[in-house]
């Protein structure tokens, strides 16, 4: 099976390339990225490779080929000669690239997000045989409160939080006519927040739940005293710390999902998908919502001595609450959605795969402590802005 990939340096991208990696056959896989070839296999490479994980098979690398291409510029900026190549015997697009600021320019997240994928859409049409999986996310539902969200479910009707989600849910439609025109098949995957307990490498996109703690340690440590913050690390701050407010329903959940279930899911329902046209779509989502009441907590348990209060509204906020609000606001909106989303199709495809266990305080707290890839303690105040954004909201 020759592949293509986009998105290969991404959080999710990277852990399907590695997956790929290990399929046990010697075919290629082509890999589109910014840069020159080189210097994007050196990114390719240094996202895949982790000590505590070996790339399956000495020569695993040797079957990525690496072109230089630009979702925004027509074509991809792939030469003719060059798209021949890539498209030759290719049998599967996995189109994982995308741009997932929560607070980014709209006209640059309809560029790489619409327009980007129309070019993928493009690319795949020279090659007949290949099945294109589009990744694109649970919150396209957008502005949805409640209810059971389908797998089938496509509307705009209650409009959207951010402009990704209108762009994704743009980006779905472009899916849907691309299929109905050539009488091809795809498979629109929609994972909800992908989270991981395991150590991110420096350098590479990080999850929510370590976004958001590394923005909170850096914004922890702006705003307290050495000797409180030698307390704090120390887990001797009790009663002595600081209260902050973030916004949300206290009330509320978030829909995370761990990254290897979901990668393990999506790479099962490729090799479920067999024949047909049309669109395929799968919510690759939790069964089980993750209550922000858990979340709270392994933030107090991360830092000792500090309480998080969770609330709705935040008059005068602090300095510290001022920063948190500026840049977590669209994901904490998140926390006052009580809708479902249906897995009908995503338990058809996964060949009995158990559902992953429930997110637990122990389980929050490892996704947000440094060697689960947040600052380490006592790191140079640096913060994160908005545009860092939490890289695993697809």
């Known amino acids: 099976m020759t592949v293509l990939l986009t998105g290969a340096t991404g959080f999710l991208g990277c852990r399907i390339l590695r997956a790929l990696l290990a399929d046990g056959t010697d075919e290629p896989l082509h890999v589109l990225g910014r840069g020159t070839p080189a210097e994007l296999r050196d990114r390719v490479e240094a996202a895949v490779s982790r000590p505590e994980i070996p790339v399956a ?35 599967a697009v996995w189109h994982c690239a995308a741009q997932i600021s929560l607070t980014g320019d709209p006209v640059t997240l309809y560029r790489t997000n619409v327009l980007g994928t129309r070019g993928v859409l493009e690319l795949a049409q020279d090659a007949p045989a290949a099945h294109v999986l589009h990744v694109s996310t649970a919150f396209v539902a957008g502005r949805r409160r409640d209810g059971r969200v389908g797998e089938d479910d496509l509307s705009d009707a209650h409009g959207f939080q951010i402009p990704y989600e209108e762009t994704k849910h743009t980006a779905e439609r472009l899916v849907h006519a ?45 705003n307290s005293d050495d000797a409180t913050w030698a307390r704090i690390l120390r887990g001797e701050a009790h009663g002595t710390a600081m209260t902050f407010r ?20 999506m790479t099962r329902v490729l090799a479920h998908r067999t024949g047909g046209a049309g669109v395929h779509t799968v919510h690759v989502t939790h069964p089980q919502d993750t209550p922000v009441a858990l ?3 392994a933030f107090e348990a991360r830092y000792p001595g500090t309480t998080v209060e969770i609330t709705p509204e935040i008059p005068d906020p602090t300095p510290l609450e001022a920063a948190v609000i500026a840049n977590t606001t669209h994901l904490s909106a998140y926390t006052t959605q009580h809708r479902t989303y249906d897995r009908t199709h995503l338990l058809q495809s996964v060949d009995g795969l158990p559902d992953p266990p429930p997110l637990d305080v122990a389980y929050l707290l490892r996704a947000m402590a440094p060697e689960a890839g947040a600052a380490p303690a006592g790191a140079p105040p640096g913060g994160l802005t908005a545009s860092t954004g939490p890289a695993p909201l697809p």
């Open 295 to 297: 979340v709270k907590s």
């Open 178 to 222: 691309w299929c109905r025109r050539t009488g091809r098949a795809a498979t629109i995957l929609r994972p909800s927040l992908l989270v991981t307990d395991r150590r991110v490498p420096d350098g590479l996109p990080d999850h929510p739940l370590g976004v958001l703690a590394r923005f909170v340690e850096n914004a922890l440590r702006r």
């Open 57 to 91: 098979g000495p020569g695993a690398f040797r079957r990525l080929h690496c072109h230089s291409a630009d979702l925004t510029r027509p074509g991809l900026g792939l030469e003719p000669g060059e798209r021949s190549r890539i498209t030759d015997g290719l049998t």
């Open 246 to 265: 973030i916004p949300g329903d206290p009330a509320g959940s978030l829909n995370l999902v761990q990254a290897d279930y979901a990668v393990e899911a």
